[in-house]
T-cell receptor
Framework: DTEVTQTPKHLVMGMTNKKSLKCEQH?????MYWYKQKAKKPPELMFV???????INESVPSRFSPECPNSSLLNLHLHALQPEDSALYLC??????????????FGEGSWLTVV | GESVGLHLPTLSVQEGDNSIINCAYS??????FIWYKQESGKGPQFIID?????DKRQGQRVTVLLNKTVKHLSLQIAATQPGDSAVYFC????????????FGKGTKLTVNP
């Protein structure tokens, strides 16, 4: 079972709403990720936080705003989304140990539907 | 550039047979590879990994083979079971480099009883 916990599992929001996705891990990992996955496609990287600092932003639109309150928590704030943003949003974490390989562990995802 | 692809998008096997899922990668600098299993409605689940200083690594019923000469990766599943039905992704990264993990397109494995 995954040790990366995501809430909510399902979210339906209107295009004018503001909502947040939450992620938590207690593995002591120092890197946390947000991925987006459309149906029948591989996960696509959105953001990476390393040691609580944003290290990678894959040119994600500003309507997605990540936040890392501490080393165990990662949020994704959503505002003014479009229907095409509907997807499975996956949170992941890794020890980011450059000496032993960067195995990334995923949560079960939050299914987002924008109406 | 960095990209990982797969030779076959779908694979159908009989229960009890061995399965082989293939993956091609293009970034010769990639030195760490992971196979993930994703069941319907769930997140990707780590199966097995391999570093570029190895050609083969075995786990429980799974074996990963790495051929750096032709930039090819494969996942072998022994005695495939219905519970193995899922989409399988290979992914690559560079140790000591970016935290980025690049995924291949995925292969859907269907195990027939």
């Amino acid at each position: 079972d995954t040790e990366v916990t995501q809430t909510p599992k399902h979210l339906v929001m209107g295009m004018t709403n503001k909502k947040s996705l939450k992620c938590e891990q207690h593995m002591g990992h120092r890197a946390m990720y947000w991925y987006k996955q459309k149906a029948k496609k591989p996960p696509e990287l959105m953001f990476v936080y390393s040691y609580e600092k944003l290290s990678i932003n894959e040119s994600v639109p500003s309507r997605f705003s990540p936040e890392c309150p501490n080393s165990s928590l990662l949020n994704l704030h959503l505002h003014a989304l479009q229907p095409e943003d509907s997807a499975l949003y996956l949170c992941a974490s890794s020890s980011f140990d450059r000496g032993s390989g960067n195995t990334i562990y995923f949560g079960e995802g939050s299914w987002l539907t924008v109406v | 550039g960095e990209s990982v692809g797969l030779h076959l998008p779908t694979l159908s096997v009989q229960e009890g047979d061995n399965s082989i899922i293939n993956c091609a990668y293009s970034n010769s600098a990639s030195d760490y590879f992971i196979w993930y299993k994703q069941e319907s409605g769930k997140g990707p689940q780590f199966i097995i990994d391999i570093r570029s200083n190895m050609d083969k690594r075995q786990g429980q019923r799974v074996t990963v083979l790495l051929n750096k000469t032709v930039k090819h990766l494969s996942l072998q599943i022994a005695a495939t079971q219905p519970g193995d039905s899922a989409v399988y992704f290979c992914a690559e990264s560079i140790q000591g480099g970016s935290e980025k993990l690049v995924f291949g397109k995925g292969t859907k494995l269907t195990v027939n009883p």
